[in-house]
Nanobody, 125 residues
Framework: QVQLAESGGGLVQAGGSLRLSCAAS???????MGWFRQAPGKEREFVAA????????YPTDSKKGRFTISRDNAKNTVYLQMNSLKPEDTAVYYC???????????????????WGQGTQVTVSS
């Protein structure tokens, strides 16, 4: 079992950047990792995923090209670099770990077994 803790959220103006981190209590080498977000009144949304060796998946919407997921297995940490932030990016951001499909950076939230508590990102206009 692995415990995940997100950090790096906060308040930023539109056009700004934030880097989220997700630190794990144990090794992440055997997990695919993903970032999801949920805004008030909306469903959870896929943001990005990375396989255990670094292959990545992004949704085909406005987040692609602005968000970059990366991982450092030696530090048991996954990152989400967010640039050119927009007010509609405001949400709670969660990282998650998928043990069953470590080589596949899946966007399917059901494949992820472990979730962090989330970190709030607020983008002001």
């Amino acid at each position: 079992q692995v415990q995940l803790a997100e950090s790096g959220g906060g308040l930023v103006q539109a056009g700004g950047s934030l880097r989220l981190s997700c630190a794990a209590s144990g090794t992440l080498s055997n997990y695919a990792m993903g970032w999801f977000r949920q805004a008030p009144g909306k469903e959870r949304e896929f943001v990005a995923a990375v396989s255990w060796i670094g292959f990545t998946t992004y949704p085909t919407d406005s987040k692609k090209g602005r968000f970059t997921i990366s991982r450092d297995n030696a530090k048991n940490t996954v990152y989400l670099q967010m640039n050119s932030l927009k007010p509609e990016d405001t949400a709670v951001y969660y990282c998650a770990a998928a043990l069953s499909t470590p080589s596949i950076p899946t966007p399917d939230a059901k494949k992820y077994s472990y979730w962090g508590q989330g970190t709030q990102v607020t983008v002001s206009s």
